[in-house]
Nanobody, 124 residues
Framework: QVQLVESGGGLVQAGGSLRLSCAAS????????MGWFRQAPGKEREFVAT????????YYVDSVKGRFTISRDNAKNTVYLQMNSLKPEDTAVYYC?????????????????WGQGTQVTVSS
């Protein structure tokens, strides 16, 4: 079992930055690829970014490339999502998720554990 707790969400103006954190507990953190997803009101949950268990491979949805950076600190059992140049369309509840194995995925159904989510609101 893996427990995930997100933090760092909040209200920010367009063009601003936020850093989300996701603290994991329960298993060997580096055995899990990690992902960030988001869900806006009235929309389906969508993939944002993923990082391999070692941290060496990352992948992003096109809409956040060049603005968001996913990283992890395996010594601290934490994954981060640095979000810069935020836009109103980035407003959503952001979730972190853990996938057993080294390689990440953009598929929601491949993740085994989920956090409770943290709200990010970007005002125009």
């Amino acid at each position: 079992q893996v427990q995930l707790v997100e933090s760092g969400g909040g209200l920010v103006q367009a063009g601003g930055s936020l850093r989300l954190s996701c603290a994991a507990s329960g298993r060997i953190f580096s055995d899990y690829a990690m992902g960030w997803f988001r869900q806006a009101p009235g929309k389906e949950r969508e993939f944002v970014a993923t990082i391999s268990g070692s941290g060496g491979i990352t992948y992003y949805v096109d809409s956040v490339k060049g603005r968001f950076t996913i990283s992890r600190d395996n010594a601290k059992n934490t994954v981060y999502l640095q979000m810069n140049s935020l836009k109103p369309e980035d407003t959503a509840v952001y979730y972190c998720a853990a996938k057993n194995g080294q390689w990440g995925s953009r598929r929601i159904d491949e993740y085994d554990y989920w956090g409770q989510g943290t709200q990010v609101t970007v005002s125009s």
